[in-house]
Structure formats: structure tokens, C-alpha cells
């Protein structure tokens, strides 16, 4: 199974530094710790659906609706295959 990241490491960093950020200003200010943790959630929840929504439109659509619907049977299992890893992952514990 090839892995693709779904965030950059430059996104996956920003979002780890401002929950711990968070984490680390619970004992001082806990409310806007929490707001800010709360604000990192929803930026990462963001991410994740802007970047599943172009993979979705890219790549993985793209490979079965190319030319008109006349596509080579292995390209759908390769394209059922990449939808079934994508969800596979998205559901793991």
C-alpha cells in the first residue's frame, strides 16, 4: 500500500505546535487554552477535508471517469483499491 499524506509536514507541524502550545498555557489562561486547542482542531478538521475533497476531484476520480467512461477494468480496481486504503486509514483506531 503507498501512503500518501493527506497534510504536508509543514501543516502537520503548525497544527502539533499550537495544540502543545495550548497544552503548555492550560495552567495560566486555561479558558484560552482550550479555545485555542479548540481552534486547531477546526483548522486541522479544515485541512483534512480541503485535502480529501482535492484528492477525491484529482487523482482517484480522474482515474475512472477518464475518457468517457471507457475505462480498463484494472484501472477500477486500482482506483477501488486506492478509495478502500483512503477509507481503511481514515477509520483506523
Not at 482506483?79 to 483506523?92: F, G, S
Request: charged residues 30%; proline residues 2%.
Amino acid at each position: 500500500m503507498t501512503e500518501h499524506r493527506l497534510l504536508s509536514a509543514d501543516e502537520r507541524e503548525e497544527l502539533a505546535t499550537r495544540l502543545q502550545r495550548a497544552v503548555d498555557n492550560f495552567v495560566d489562561t486555561p479558558h484560552r487554552a482550550v479555545e485555542a486547542a479548540d481552534n486547531a482542531l477546526a483548522d486541522m478538521v479544515t485541512c483534512l477535508t480541503n485535502a480529501l475533497a482535492a484528492r477525491q476531484q484529482g487523482t482517484l476520480r480522474a482515474n475512472w471517469q477518464r475518457q468517457e467512461n471507457r475505462v480498463e477494468s484494472e484501472a477500477l480496481r486500482i482506483a477501488l483499491q486506492e478509495y478502500r486504503e483512503l477509507t481503511v486509514r481514515m477509520l483506523a483506531p
